[in-house]
């Protein structure tokens, strides 16, 4: 059996911020291969760039040196490539609900009223039904995320950015929404790649992790999971992801010694 198409390669991409008259390593370089299809996580300490490594994905940051691929294209410091939803991604207070979730289509040029008409399905389907004349402060912090994600999500791209959405919601909500995004996973078949601090969130969620350290920021190490789909939450007590977890941590642990030594 060949090996799935690379949907998003990074080749040789390194960013160095100058920062009073000194050059700061905010990425050693990196290269990444993502198939289509699959979902990947970068976890690592605060600062080793993470959303730094998005920035430049998604075409905001141009790279010191490297490559953006997506389809074997170059589409380095393109813009509107990809689906990204921002670390603190917002939802928009004077907008109802159903207008923040067209609000990403209508940005790529989707008229307002077919944009509705394609979200508000979505809404209803993906656990919003009710809301969708509602403005964001009705809503608690998990709906608030689905409608985000959701956001994202409608603006048709193959490629995903999600910078820890799910950093701010307490234990549970975030453990209904991880089940809630392997769903929208498997319906959407987009490619993911994924940020969080939450170690046992990237294990749960992924097919591969690629660890981060900081000072400078780097990969340091590149795990495959592969746990089988669908998953549901009595995985994580089964022996393999508990040692996957373990070791991920372990890693991350070994990285930021090596930071606080440096
Ligand atoms: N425009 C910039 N100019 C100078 N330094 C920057 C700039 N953007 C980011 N940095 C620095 O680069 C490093 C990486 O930042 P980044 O935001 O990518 O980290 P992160 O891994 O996303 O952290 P967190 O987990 O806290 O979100 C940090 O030390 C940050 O201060
Ligand atoms: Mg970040």
Same mark, same amino acid.
């Given at each position: 059996? $060949?090996?799935?198409?690379?949907?998003?390669?990074?080749?040789?991409?390194?960013?160095?911020?100058?920062?009073?008259?000194? +050059?700061?390593?905010?990425? /050693?370089?990196?290269?990444?291969?993502?198939?289509?299809?699959?979902?990947?996580?970068?976890?690592?300490?605060?600062?080793?760039?993470? $959303?730094?490594?998005?920035?430049?994905?998604?075409?905001?940051?141009?790279?010191?040196?490297?490559?953006?691929?997506?389809?074997?294209?170059?589409?380095?410091?393109?813009?509107?490539?990809?689906?990204?939803?921002?670390? #603190?991604?917002?939802?928009?207070? %004077?907008?109802?609900?159903?207008?923040?979730?067209?609000?990403?289509? +209508?940005?790529?040029?989707?008229?307002?009223?077919?944009?509705?008409?394609?979200?508000?399905?979505?809404?209803? #389907?993906? =656990?919003?039904?009710?809301?969708?004349? @509602?403005?964001? &402060? &009705?809503?608690? =912090?998990?709906?608030? @995320?689905?409608?985000?994600?959701?956001?994202?999500?409608?603006?048709?791209? !193959?490629?995903?950015?999600?910078? +820890?959405?799910? =950093?701010?919601?307490?234990?549970?909500?975030? &453990?209904?929404?991880? +089940? %809630?995004?392997?769903?929208?996973?498997? !319906?959407?078949?987009?490619?993911?790649?994924?940020?969080?601090?939450?170690?046992?969130?990237?294990?749960?969620?992924? !097919?591969?992790?690629?660890?981060?350290? &900081?000072?400078?920021?780097?990969?340091?190490?590149?795990?495959?999971? !592969?746990?089988?789909?669908?998953?549901?939450?009595?995985?994580?007590?089964?022996?393999?992801?508990?040692?996957?977890?373990?070791?991920?941590?372990?890693?991350?642990?070994?990285? /930021?010694? /090596?930071?606080?030594?440096?």
């Amino acid at each position: 059996m $060949s090996a799935p198409e690379p949907k998003l390669v990074l080749e040789n991409l390194s960013m160095v911020f100058q920062t009073g008259g000194k +050059e700061f390593v905010a990425l /050693e370089p990196a290269d990444l291969v993502v198939p289509a299809g699959k979902f990947i996580s970068l976890i690592g300490p605060s600062g080793c760039g993470k $959303s730094t490594l998005f920035n430049i994905i998604a075409g905001l940051q141009a790279p010191t040196t490297g490559r953006v691929l997506i389809d074997g294209q170059d589409f380095t410091g393109y813009i509107g490539q990809v689906g990204y939803m921002l670390q #603190k991604d917002l939802l928009l207070p %004077w907008r109802t609900v159903l207008d923040n979730v067209a609000l990403g289509m +209508e940005i790529s040029g989707v008229p307002l009223k077919e944009a509705r008409a394609r979200a508000l399905p979505l809404i209803i #389907k993906y =656990g919003l039904s009710g809301f969708e004349h @509602q403005y964001p &402060s &009705s809503l608690s =912090g998990g709906m608030r @995320q689905r409608a985000a994600l959701l956001r994202t999500l409608l603006v048709e791209r !193959d490629v995903v950015l999600l910078d +820890e959405p799910f =950093g701010a919601l307490d234990a549970q909500t975030k &453990s209904q929404m991880q +089940e %809630w995004l392997l769903q929208i996973f498997a !319906d959407f078949g987009r490619t993911v790649v994924f940020v969080t601090h939450d170690v046992e969130e990237a294990v749960f969620l992924s !097919d591969e992790i690629h660890v981060m350290a &900081s000072r400078p920021g780097r990969v340091i190490e590149t795990l495959p999971i !592969d746990l089988p789909r669908p998953r549901d939450r009595a995985v994580v007590s089964t022996p393999r992801f508990v040692a996957m977890k373990k070791y991920c941590l372990d890693l991350l642990h070994l990285g /930021e010694q /090596e930071a606080a030594a440096a």
